[in-house]
């Protein structure tokens, strides 16, 4: 036994001095005594989802969280607890690993009491063996296809699940989804007894235009026992979203016998946001760093990995952490050219790098001196307390008007439709005049002397009804009077041509290629045809871009005096991810259009490349396709010692220009317009604008009611009268009203100014 895996067992060993785990004994689910979770770490292990299971385990009481290596299991650490938890990753590279004396090892610990649970490559690991996935554990009698994509994927429990793990029969739920397995009956186990407890209920986009089998109906979900251990397995991740951990409490209690909760972090105001880079593996040492961190409760810790970068998370964060992991890809995987780009941005507008153990040296080769190494995970714990005791002098607003205007851009933004990411990219951009217009502006003339209108994502049929007959004629004749229109998702389906019970503007000889629009939200390939390489560039053929129930396009019939063509087509062969039946393939059928109407021009989308900070250059060249004027992007980064501040969007004109032009520029605030069960646990405020009866999630009370700043703008009696109802909610009548008490929540915060 090494001096390492000695020193980590004997500390382990000390943390549950006193204690006897039991798996398997209920005790009435009040026993003193922890759960023993030995969490792997080591290569194979990776991303978020192996720190959504160290959060959770470590933060919770009955649990005591013992992170382990492969060499340490096969030095006996499995001998201290009372079950071992796989993380998602790469079930190949984990069973590795282990290698035969760690497989033996494990399987023996599950076969003589111990419990199993394990998320995506952890329940592709115990599954049988094939070609493609070799020296898998063997221990549930199901064979696994690997499955391709990203989605929330839905799952239907059977009665399976409602005998063992508690869950209704027959209830169905949305669950992240990340290239698990597809799990199919297959021979019998000698000492198994496991059976399928929830399988997925719809299907998911490929990243290729290859026919892959459905996987309706397939197992997602098993539980069971192995000799005389207990086993839950998930190929789905139940473990990132806070509204699935139901699932893992059932897990927890089937597997251990006991009844096992947690206490999520929160942000509390004023403190650091700290990302680390969980790429490839954490490692033990990372891990116990980790554990120190979220134990102290003096940051807020965010998981990111190479894509989040490239998506644009370094623009949340104060600190990037690089720790020294099982294995170190950063510097020529996460950290590759785009990224080291996009890290040397972050350090100059006042991030901090922070890079330890096998980390320093790759860092120290990539950004020199803006790199600060640490010798080991002591040291980087006190660089995080130093800048916690200091902050940045806050700088002015960003101006919005500071260049000739040269684009009259409308925005609708009303019932139906808004994309304020957009409107925030053309507001800042010194080339482009931004109006949000509602239905009534554009019936009233708001559209004379525009060059652009950007109907948005949304929902059609309610823009459509919203414009009314004068403004439909409106919009029509602009285009065609030489106007520029530019549709995104429901704005490309109002585009399109009439159809039974599908009214629309018919704009393009195009219509949507089936009747069902509700093909669910992840990313999808697509490819450039030969029109859309002249408009995007040659670096472009096949991308990754977010799809979000957008249009699949096909021809129909001619209008006159109108020229459009195909830009970008589906390659992924997306069906769908909401219901069990599937849409017709998408590979080769239009995503993007283009072209003349009339003297005009459109340009209608049925992606959202917005989304993505990596796809901007196609939104980018997006814009010059249509107004000939490339927009320049003025990013709005976060300053050290902002106030994270959540805002929930609603399609409404006087909240646009308020967010857009007084929330956005004050470099006080870090905005974020994504507010769910995840995002809230990083933010210090909330603004809920026009609040109705949906308006107040169960996320944002419990943020209210544990001391959280929630603003609500009401204007109306009917919405004074709903507030009333929720407690802790600071009631306000303006939106200026907003402004003085977030910057009293950032006053409280700021008790000093320094530059560093």
């Known amino acids: 036994m090494n001096i390492r895996t000695r020193r980590v067992i004997v500390w382990f060993a000390a943390a549950i001095a006193g204690f006897v785990g039991c798996v398997g004994v209920d005790n009435g689910g009040k026993s003193a005594a922890p759960v023993r979770v030995a969490l792997f770490v080591?290569?194979?292990?990776?991303?978020?989802?192996?720190?959504?299971?160290?959060?959770?385990?470590?933060?919770?009481?009955?649990?005591?969280?013992?992170?382990?290596d492969a060499k340490m299991i096969q030095e006996g650490a499995l001998d201290h607890a009372d079950l071992i938890l796989m993380p998602g990753g790469y079930s190949v590279t984990e069973s590795k690993m282990l290698g035969k004396t760690g497989r033996a090892k494990v399987k023996e610990f599950v076969r003589n009491g111990g419990g199993w649970i394990g998320t995506c490559a952890g329940c592709f690991l115990i599954s049988e063996s094939s070609d493609s996935h070799p020296d898998m554990l063997n221990l549930i009698p199901f064979t696994s296809r690997g499955g391709i994509g990203k989605a929330d994927m839905m799952i239907t429990f059977n009665s399976d699940a409602e005998e063992m793990l508690g869950i209704k029969a027959g209830s169905r739920h949305r669950i992240k989804y990340s290239g698990g397995p597809v799990l199919i009956p297959s021979k019998p186990v000698d000492g198994a007894d496991i059976k399928m407890i929830?399988?997925?209920?719809?299907?998911?986009?490929?990243?290729?235009?290859?026919?892959?089998?459905t996987m309706a109906g397939k197992g997602a979900m098993v539980a069971g026992t192995y000799g005389k251990g207990r086993i839950y397995a998930s190929a789905v991740h139940p473990e990132v979203d806070i509204d699935d951990h139901y699932v893992l409490r059932a897990g927890f209690r089937y597997v251990s016998g006991r009844d096992v909760d947690w206490e999520l972090p929160r942000k509390k105001p004023g403190q650091l946001a700290v990302g680390f880079m969980s790429d490839n593996s954490i490692g033990v040492e990372t891990a116990l760093l980790l554990q120190r961190i979220l134990r102290?409760?003096?940051?807020?810790?965010?998981?990111?990995?190479?894509?989040?970068?490239?998506?644009?998370?370094?623009?949340?964060?104060?600190?990037?952490?690089?720790?020294?992991?099982?294995?170190?890809?950063?510097?020529?995987?996460?950290?590759?050219?785009?990224?080291?780009?996009?890290?040397?941005?972050?350090?100059?507008?006042?991030?901090?790098?922070i890079g330890w153990g096998k980390a320093a040296e790759s860092l120290g080769k990539a950004f020199g001196d803006d790199a600060t190494l640490a010798k080991d995970g002591d040291t980087a714990f006190q660089i995080l307390r130093d800048l916690t005791a200091a902050t940045v002098e806050t700088p002015p607003p960003i101006p919005i008007t500071n260049a000739e205007k040269t684009v009259k851009t409308a925005i609708y933004t009303d019932r139906g439709g808004a994309n304020f990411t957009i409107a925030e990219l053309l507001t800042f951009a010194p080339e482009y005049d931004v109006k949000l217009v509602s239905g009534e502006d554009i019936r009233n003339g708001a559209l004379d002397g525009m060059d652009l209108l950007i109907q948005p994502n949304g929902w059609g049929p309610t823009q459509y009804a919203a414009l009314g007959d004068k403004g439909r004629m409106a919009v029509t004749e602009f285009v065609r009077n030489g106007g520029k229109y530019y549709g995104i998702g429901a704005g490309a389906?109002?585009?399109?041509?009439?159809?039974?019970?599908?009214?629309?503007?018919?704009?393009?000889?195009?219509?949507n290629e089936n009747e069902i629009t509700k093909r669910g939200s992840t990313r999808t390939e697509v490819k450039l045809t030969k029109e859309g390489l002249s408009v995007f560039g040659n670096s472009y053929t096949n991308c990754i871009v977010q799809y979000a129930d957008g249009p699949v396009m096909q021809p129909s019939d001619p209008i006159p005096d109108t020229d459009i063509k195909v830009l970008i087509e589906y390659y992924g062969s997306t069906v769908s991810t909401c219901s069990p039946m599937p849409t017709q393939p998408m590979s080769g059928k239009a995503a993007v259009l283009g072209g003349r109407v009339g003297k005009g021009k459109a340009y209608i989308s049925g992606l959202n490349p917005e989304v993505h900070e990596?796809?901007?250059?196609?939104?980018?060249?997006?814009?010059?396709?249509?107004?000939?004027?490339a927009p320049t992007r003025v990013c709005r980064d976060r300053m050290r010692g902002a106030l994270s501040v959540g805002c929930v969007t609603v399609p409404?004109?006087?909240?646009?220009?308020?967010y857009l032009r007084t929330l956005?520029?004050?470099?006080?605030?870090?905005?974020?317009?994504?507010?769910?069960?995840?995002?809230?646990?990083?933010?210090?405020?909330?603004?809920?604008p026009c609040p109705g009866k949906d308006s107040f999630s169960s996320a944002i009370i419990d943020f209210a009611n544990a001391g959280g700043l929630v603003v609500a703008v009401v204007q109306t009696d009917?919405?004074?009268?709903?507030?009333?109802?929720?407690?802790?909610?600071?009631?306000?009548?303006?939106?200026?009203?907003v402004i003085q008490k977030l910057a009293e929540l950032h006053r409280k915060t700021s008790t000093k100014s320094q530059t560093l």
């Open 42 to 68: 080591d290569c194979g292990a990776r991303s978020n989802g192996a720190y959504s299971w160290l959060r959770l385990t470590t933060l919770s009481k009955e649990l005591q969280t013992f992170p382990v």
């Open 198 to 213: 929830a399988a997925y209920d719809s299907d998911i986009n490929l990243y290729s235009n290859r026919t892959r089998e």
């Open 296 to 353: 102290s409760g003096e940051f807020d810790l965010i998981p990111v990995n190479g894509d989040d970068i490239a998506y644009g998370a370094l623009r949340r964060l104060d600190v990037l952490l690089v720790p020294s992991g099982a294995e170190f890809y950063s510097y020529k995987g996460c950290m590759g050219l785009a990224n080291r780009k996009r890290t040397k941005e972050f350090i100059a507008r006042g991030g901090r790098l």
């Open 493 to 511: 389906f109002l585009a399109l041509q009439k159809e039974p019970n599908r009214p629309r503007l018919s704009l393009v000889p195009f219509t």
């Open 614 to 629: 990596k796809n901007y250059d196609l939104v980018l060249n997006s814009f010059k396709y249509v107004t000939g004027i």
């Open 652 to 658: 409404e004109k006087t909240f646009g220009d308020f």
């Open 664 to 688: 956005l520029p004050d470099r006080r605030f870090d905005v974020v317009d994504d507010v769910n069960d995840n995002t809230i646990r990083h933010l210090d405020a909330v603004v809920v």
């Open 718 to 737: 009917a919405q004074r009268e709903l507030v009333q109802k929720v407690t802790n909610i600071t009631v306000v009548d303006s939106y200026s009203d």
